[in-house]
């Protein structure tokens, strides 16, 4: 049986309390194979709606403005702290920062990028659980060409 080379490792993070256990995993499997992490973080752009028909450019709206600017934020905070559980088990970690559906831009990233496996939680920032997986996870599950590692998170959001 030949081993398994992961050296492109996704490591989806959405900056929740429990995302650093599904950090944890993406460092042990980069750790095993000798591979590089890639955290990346998706500012989601799901909540732009046009209105009849229009685009709605977020510049023109303080508000969105102000909300986007604080995702950001909060993206960088959590690719960061990725990249700072890596280092201290001596890992390279690429921090990335994505805009979009999340899914959509997981997908496209992973594939684009060649990566040779995504590792992700089961549940966001929302706590919803669509009886086994958050929204994101399933369509992941489902629609990417990449494998995708699920882990299952266990900790209260």
């Given at each position: 049986m030949e081993a398994i080379n992961f050296k492109k490792i996704m490591v989806a993070t959405d900056?929740?309390?429990?995302?650093?256990?599904?950090?944890e995993k993406g460092i042990e499997l980069a750790r095993l194979s000798?591979?590089?992490?890639?955290?990346?973080?998706?500012?989601?752009?799901?909540?732009?709606?046009?209105?009849?028909?229009?685009?709605?450019?977020?510049?023109?709206?303080?508000?969105?403005?102000?909300?986007h600017e604080a995702w950001e934020k909060q993206g960088h905070e959590a690719v960061n702290s990725v990249k700072s559980l890596g280092e201290k088990k001596g890992i390279n970690v690429e921090p990335v920062l994505l805009e979009g559906n999340p899914s959509e831009e997981l997908i496209r990233y992973a594939e684009e990028e060649k990566m040779d496996i995504i590792v992700m939680g089961t549940l966001g920032k929302t706590g919803l659980d669509k009886l086994l997986l958050g929204s994101v996870a399933e369509k992941m599950v489902r629609h990417s060409k990449v494998p995708v590692m699920v882990v299952r998170d266990n900790c209260k959001l």
């Open positions: 900056g929740s309390a429990c995302s650093g256990l599904v950090a000798g591979g590089k992490i890639y955290a990346v973080y998706v500012v989601s752009t799901d909540y732009l709606v046009p209105i009849n028909g229009d685009s709605f450019p977020m510049s023109l709206d303080p508000y969105w403005e102000s909300i």
